[in-house]
């Protein structure tokens, strides 16, 4: 009896270390699911505490006014006020001195270029305004062509109309014959891309051909034959005033006085108007008023013309007459621009 009894207990002991592991685990999972329901209980009450707040934002926010039925006047009424319009002229002795953003840079080869050979020009436009010297590779079409190019030299004899090829990303070339040594301006029209049109200028100094000597006296440019096509010119009742945008109209006759028929269009337009002031320091490009009718018939071209300055100009007018280009040489005086008083 006592033996049975003893084996009895014996087994209930071994029992024992399972139990304790069973319970051990029982409880690590009644753990984690109390944790588990204390943060979905938490996450419940941090969106109903931020319900609350959205709906006292909403609360506060004072209501849209909605207009009920016409809200404009019944009757309407006009203010006056006096105003003074002041064109870009209004300090008529100095130009803008406002920094251009764009800026030319040319590189002749041979670096030295001599009268009478032909010179390489290599001419690019960069940002003046970046640190960087960044330049610009990608341009607009203008007038039919990419750039061009106006050479005219320091005393305003010598002139031409050029277009350099592209070369490469941002790079133009143009081959040149330089009739006479001196300095000469090259200014050059550009639209890069998005920017519209730019006027941008650049110096060059060609020297006199070998055997001839740095003093020797600059040639007098070759006479030129007298052109079949006249010009006369149509100025504003006020006159050329500095700073202003004018019409000014090209009155075109051939050699019998009876007004030019056959013009024709030429790089974009019926006809191209340069001016350059004395000094060689100031260009302006013009081109005719397409808003008129009948521009070119009866050999009237209507040129929008502003000069920046006061003073005389010289310039060039170009148009096209039966496939040929000719060319006039022009003379214009812009006077200052007074205020009214």
């Known amino acids: 009896m006592s033996a049975a009894r003893s084996a009895s207990l014996d087994g209930g002991g071994a029992l024992r270390p399972y139990a304790a592991v069973v319970g051990a685990r029982f409880r690590m ?40 039925g016409d809200p404009r006047p019944s009757d309407s009424f006009t203010f006056e006020f006096p105003l ?6 209004a300090s008529p002795t100095r130009e803008s001195r406002k920094m251009k953003p764009y800026a030319l840079d040319v590189v002749a080869t041979p670096r030295h270029p001599i009268a009478g050979e032909p010179v390489e020009l290599e001419l690019r436009v960069r940002m003046a305004t970046s640190l960087e010297l960044r330049e610009v590779t990608d341009f607009d079409v203008l007038h039919e062509r990419l750039m061009h190019v106006f050479v005219v030299s320091q005393d305003l004899s010598d002139f031409a109309h050029e277009h350099p090829e592209p070369a490469g990303p941002g790079l133009f070339r143009l081959t040149h014959r330089f009739a006479r040594p001196g300095r000469y301006r090259l200014f050059a029209d550009v639209a890069p891309r998005d920017a519209g049109a730019q006027a941008l200028d650049a110096t ?12 020797a006296p600059v040639p007098a440019p070759a006479p030129t034959p007298a052109p079949k096509t006249r010009v006369a010119w149509t100025l504003p009742e006020s006159g050329m005033i500095a700073g202003r945008t004018l019409v000014v109209n090209a009155n075109l006759t051939d050699e019998k006085g009876r007004p030019v028929r056959d013009l024709e269009p030429w790089l974009g337009a019926i006809g191209h108007l340069l001016l350059v002031t004395r000094d060689g320091e100031t260009f302006a490009h013009s081109h005719p ?10 050999g009237r071209i209507p040129f929008l013309v502003r000069l920046p300055r006061a003073g005389p100009y010289k310039g060039w007018l170009q148009f096209q007459r039966r496939g040929k280009v000719e060319t006039l040489e022009v003379t214009l005086d812009a006077t200052p621009y007074s205020a009214p008083r």
Do not use: C, H, N
Request: proline share 7%; net charge negative.
């Open 29 to 68: 999972l009644l753990q984690y699911r109390a944790a588990a329901i204390a943060g979905l209980f938490t996450q419940i009450v941090f969106g109903l505490v931020l319900i609350m707040v959205y709906e006292g934002f909403y609360r506060s926010s004072p209501p849209e006014v909605q207009p009920i």
């Open 84 to 89: 003074t319009v002041w064109d870009s002229a």
């Open 204 to 215: 060059l100094v060609v020297g006199p051909a070998a055997g001839t000597g740095a003093a």
């Open 289 to 298: 008023d397409d808003r008129e009718p009948g521009v070119g018939k009866d």
